[in-house]
């Protein structure tokens, strides 16, 4: 045998130092479980694209200027307002000395827009407040300059201006300044909002933080405040929190659950308690060495890789399991340790190489996928594969021998059921052998023509956690988000903008979609737009204005009505002219392609930006304000002392005398738009209607809001969920690419092992015939493929492959006529490798997360699949091939 030179090489290394490689791979593992400590999961989608991935770059630039955009919020329930507000105002200062706080939302001072109350007053508004004014004086004088007694009483009252505050914000939709605090059900539910440093994804982070925030909150002691009183955090921070915490107590439970059957099946296999160390010990050194460097390699494992753990554990049981197995036959044979090992390390550790190899190099394969969740996955399933595979062949061997002198293994002799037997070829024709082919085959041509019907899950909100919320705590989630604003609890898309300049245009123009009406839409586009868009509730019709009383023409005495200063006559026609919508900014809107702009017409629901609190057209509504003060100031003395209580509810609302600009607002207002560069509102948010998490509905959303276009240039748009139809389109770009990939590596590797096309096609057979039969269960099942379950498919060709591989290498090194023996021995390792295997997955199943969940019924599936096949298959093929050879005289 041409490789036992090496192998007995290999083994004479091992029997010489046994100690001294079982004590590396131990000091290995050691520094491996202290590197796989410091690994951490990414949750986030974006971590599954690549770097320059269009959507990966933009959101890293948000990033940078914005840094997290993430709310945490302490919400307080309690019958009194007073403790409430109380508790949450002491609340509230301890966030705002925390270092790792950017800023903290509780009490909005709503001074500030009540003094600039009539600069958020439509222009047409103002103009009808003022002809209110010169109405009511004209008529004041008319009936003061009256020479009869009797049309002086008649008149009285008739010139009240009915302009108290009440009426006023009423009349000009005035009441929608901000609330001073986040508050709901009369005060019984108030929110403090705060802005955490770091995102809500760092769960390192946001579970400190959480525990720290707790515990500050329990030294407040809420009690004092009221009896009553309950404090929660809720939000993003104490969702991820719960969900990581969860997902990690599912990966122990079900990692601890598939370790101890693991433990239970070797040793019934081997019969003894000694075959677990032996296969284990190296498989975890294995393991923890894999993860450390996927720690030095990466830091954070993505979504689909977080699973690698019980992917390496899975799939590298297999090689110590065929070591350990060989080797107890050799020994059983009458062969000394040496030999043994020799033996072993030159047949099925040959086999085990050439599975481990496919296998590997399959995974590596991975790499060029765009789509990180294969191409992370594929690093470190390669290098854990091959480190396992070096573990079995040179650590398990090694920790045999020390074991061995600490206490003997006792080797059984040898038995009838251990012994090769005779050669046997049948000569009759296997008519059992064509039928199993010919039923596996068929099966797997069957599965796949029903592949066109395995659907894809585009869906992912449906493959994380399911929602396990109760109807009392959904209600309650709904209390904080009420309060807060519900727009305000969700990811936004984020517009970045260069300047303040850039951001009041585009600004104006996603308010501007807001505002128009349907038939403005369709006028700008075209098209008709979506009649199930939502829209503003149209504001009530003012009743106009009372009639100027008429003028008696033959009275000279009555002063004649001057007409209208011509500055205010150019104000009414551009009040027409500029309506709800800036006519120049309709003009802008133009430049969109017509079904683009209906798009954002149907999706927009809410802008938000620093210019959402700076009025437009200041200059004109302070020469209005301007003109209304002057006319009351010159007036005063002729007003009642009922009509100047009146007027002093609301005439403190004329005092303004100069525009306000961002830099103007409070404080409590730009601290939310000021970047991580001090630099006050150069972005835009604005939210879209409809499940982001769905392909086509995030598809829409990224294509209509990608770019906004400005006549101060283009400001590019990015949101979360701007990944989530980039990641489906790598997907669905690489899956067929890394497919093939797979596919050649496996034909190659079969060739270059046996040499023979009839051998290689017979482990392409296999695996595709169990790859058919999967499919079946697919569709039976109603199963879809998703972007974790994608993953297990090299998994599977890789594990039928290497079940395939072990059974025709010893065939052919027993040779003709000893195929029971084959089977006999490799067949019942190749079960026991798929059985461990199939374990070390079944962790996934007792996870909740429902894209996990999918991954492992789908490799605990295909794998079963390829253990039939492997069993089924194989041997009826090359029982075909020994009577084919009988046939030809060979």
């Avoid at 929608?176 to 403090?192: A, H, K, T, W």
């Avoid at 107590?249 to 693991?262: H, V």
Wanted: aromatic letters at 8%; one cysteine or more.
């Amino acid at each position: 045998m041409s490789d036992l030179p090496r192998a007995t090489g290999l083994a004479a290394l091992v029997v010489r130092r046994p100690l001294a490689i079982v004590v590396i791979a131990l000091i290995l593992g050691v520094l491996g479980y202290f590197g796989t400590r410091r690994l951490g999961i990414d949750q986030e989608l974006r971590a599954l694209l690549p770097d320059d991935a269009p959507s990966v770059t933009r959101l890293d630039a948000v990033s940078d200027r914005l840094g997290n955009q993430s709310d945490l919020y302490v919400t307080i329930r309690g019958p009194s307002r007073e403790a409430n507000l109380a508790l949450g105002a002491a609340i509230a200062d301890d966030l705002a000395g925390r270092d790792d706080i950017r800023y903290v939302l509780f009490r909005r001072d709503p001074a500030f827009f009540r003094d600039h109350l009539l600069f958020y007053a439509g222009l047409q508004d103002l103009l009808d407040l003022r002809q209110r004014v010169i109405d009511a004086i004209q008529t004041r004088v008319r009936r003061e300059l009256s020479m009869f007694p009797e049309d002086r009483a008649a008149g009285a009252g008739d010139d009240d201006l009915d302009l108290d505050e009440k009426a006023l914000r009423e009349r000009y939709g005035l009441d929608s300044e901000p609330s001073e605090y986040f508050e709901r059900d009369e005060g019984r539910l108030v929110v403090v909002r705060a802005r955490p440093t770091r995102a809500n994804t760092d769960i390192s982070f946001a579970r400190g933080l959480s525990r720290e925030l707790k515990a500050a909150i329990d030294g407040l002691e809420p009690r004092r405040y009221h009896p009553d009183i309950e404090v929660t955090i809720d939000g993003s921070y104490a969702e991820h929190t719960a969900q990581a915490s969860s997902l990690e107590r599912d990966i122990i439970s079900g990692t601890a659950f598939a370790f101890g059957l693991l433990l239970l099946v070797v040793a019934i296999y081997f019969r003894g308690l000694r075959a677990v160390p032996l296969v284990l010990v190296p498989l975890l050194v294995a393991v923890v060495t894999t993860l450390a460097i996927g720690w030095v390699f990466y830091r954070e494992l993505n979504l689909v890789s977080a699973f690698i753990f019980a992917v390496t554990l899975g799939l590298g049981i297999d090689f110590g399991t065929h070591i350990l197995s060989r080797y107890r036959d050799e020994r059983r044979r009458g062969l000394d340790q040496l030999q043994a090992i020799s033996t072993t390390i030159a047949t099925t550790g040959v086999s085990t190489a050439g599975g481990a190899m496919s296998t590997a190099f399959a995974f590596l394969f991975l790499v060029l996928a765009e789509f990180r969740g294969f191409s992370q996955f594929g690093v470190i399933g390669s290098l854990g594969i091959m480190i396992a595979f070096v573990a079995a062949l040179v650590v398990l061997p090694a920790l045999v021998l020390v074991l061995d002198r600490v206490v003997p293994w006792r080797v059984p002799a040898p038995t009838a059921s251990t012994a090769p037997g005779a050669r046997y070829i049948p000569r009759r024709f296997p008519w059992l052998a064509l039928g199993t082919v010919l039923v596996c085959l068929g099966g797997g041509v069957y599965g796949v023509t029903l592949l066109p019907q395995i659907g894809f899950e585009y869906n992912l909100s449906k493959l994380g956690p399911p929602d396990r919320t109760s109807p009392e705590e959904q209600q309650r989630a709904n209390q904080y988000r009420d309060a807060v604003g519900r727009t305000q609890s969700s990811d936004p898309t984020i517009v970045l903008t260069d300047n303040l300049a850039h951001t009041e245009a585009v600004n104006r123009q996603l308010q501007a979609i807001l505002d128009l009406e349907p038939e403005q839409i369709a006028e700008i586009t075209g098209l008709e737009p979506y009649a199930d868009t939502p829209r503003k509730p149209k504001p009530e019709p003012k009743p106009a204005p009372a009639p100027k009383p008429a003028a008696d023409e033959d009275d000279e005495d009555d002063e004649a009505i001057e007409p209208d200063d011509a500055k205010f006559v150019r104000l009414a026609e551009l009040a027409r002219a500029h309506g709800t919508v800036d006519p120049a900014v309709r003009e802008q809107l133009k430049q969109y392609p017509p079904e683009r702009l209906r798009e954002m017409d149907d999706l927009l629901s809410s802008v938000l930006s620093i210019y959402t609190f700076v009025p437009e057209l200041q200059a004109e509504k302070l020469e209005i304000i301007r003109d209304i003060r002057t006319r009351i100031d010159n007036k005063r003395g002729s007003f009642s002392a009922a009509e100047l209580e009146k007027l002093k509810s609301w005439e403190r609302y004329l005092q303004v005398d100069a525009p306000i600009g961002p830099e103007d607002l409070p404080q409590w207002v730009k601290v939310q738009f000021t970047d991580m560069h001090g630099e006050l509102g150069r972005f835009v948010a604005c939210w879209q209607r409809g499940p982001k998490s769905e392909y086509a509905h995030a598809k829409r959303i990224h294509d209509a809001f990608d770019t906004i276009e400005t006549p101060l240039g283009p400001a590019p748009a990015v949101g979360s969920h701007f990944v989530v139809p980039e990641v489906v389109d790598a997907i669905r770009g690489d899956g067929p690419l890394v497919m093939t990939a797979v596919f050649g590596v496996l034909t190659v590797t079969a060739l270059v092992m046996f040499r023979s096309v009839a051998h290689a096609a017979i482990v392409l057979a296999t695996v595709g015939s169990a790859l058919g039969w999967l499919a079946g269960v697919f569709v039976a099942m109603g199963w879809t493929l998703n972007l974790f379950n994608l993953v297990a498919l090299p998994l599977l060709v890789g594990m039928g492959q290497d079940d395939s591989l072990h059974i025709i290498h010893r065939f052919r090194e027993e040779g003709p006529g000893r195929l029971a023996h084959t089977m006999r021995e490799t067949g019942g390792a190749v079960a026991l490798t798929t059985v461990t295997t199939v374990i070390g997955f079944s962790s996934m199943l007792f996870v909740d997360h429902i894209g996990v969940r999918s991954l492992g019924w789908t490799a605990v599936v295909g794998m079963t699949f390829c253990l039939l096949a492997s069993l089924t298959l194989v041997p009826a093929c090359l029982r075909l091939g020994e009577w084919s050879r009988v046939r030809r005289g060979e």
